[in-house]
């Protein structure tokens, strides 16, 4: 339910006049959090991550009426191309088809808080598998 509530609040947020995206920035900023705690010994990656996902620039764009079609594209094949970079070998099926699909989506006349409801959900499902794996990983380790 609570989980339900999160995502119905984010898309009457994105969905409301004017636009609300404080719940939106919030979920970037822990999307990129999540992401850097995968390299916790690469500064140098967790750089690039904070770079692609530049909070404050996207807040910028967002409160200026300036963030276009070809941003949020643009946003959302970086976050695709880091779950890639991330996932186990056993998800690449999974994640190519996730790929194709997020990105049919933009050949189509899109709802901006539909796609991003979707997406978003879809990104957190894949990286709470990811997690799942990693953890397999850890104990099996720790079991030999």
């Known amino acids: 339910i609570m989980h339900k509530a999160f995502w119905d609040n984010l898309q009457t947020e994105l969905d409301s006049g004017p636009i609300v995206f404080d719940q939106l920035l ?26 692609g996902i530049d909070i404050d620039l996207i807040k910028n764009m967002l409160i200026h009426n300036a963030f276009e079609k070809e941003d949020l594209y643009k946003l959302a094949t970086y976050i695709i191309s880091l779950i890639k970079r991330f996932q186990p070998p056993v998800m690449d099926e999974k994640v190519e ?17 539909d796609f991003l409801v979707v997406f978003f ?24």
């Open 26 to 51: 919030r979920l970037l900023e822990d999307l990129r959090d999540t992401l850097i705690k995968f390299v916790p010994n690469r500064p140098d990656i967790q750089e690039e991550i904070r770079g």
């Open 97 to 113: 088809e996730w790929e194709k699909d997020m990105l049919m989506e933009f050949e189509r006349e899109i709802k901006y808080s």
């Open 121 to 144: 959900k879809s990104v957190f499902n894949m990286i709470d598998t990811i997690i799942e794996y990693i953890e397999i990983s850890e104990a099996e380790l720790n079991n030999t």
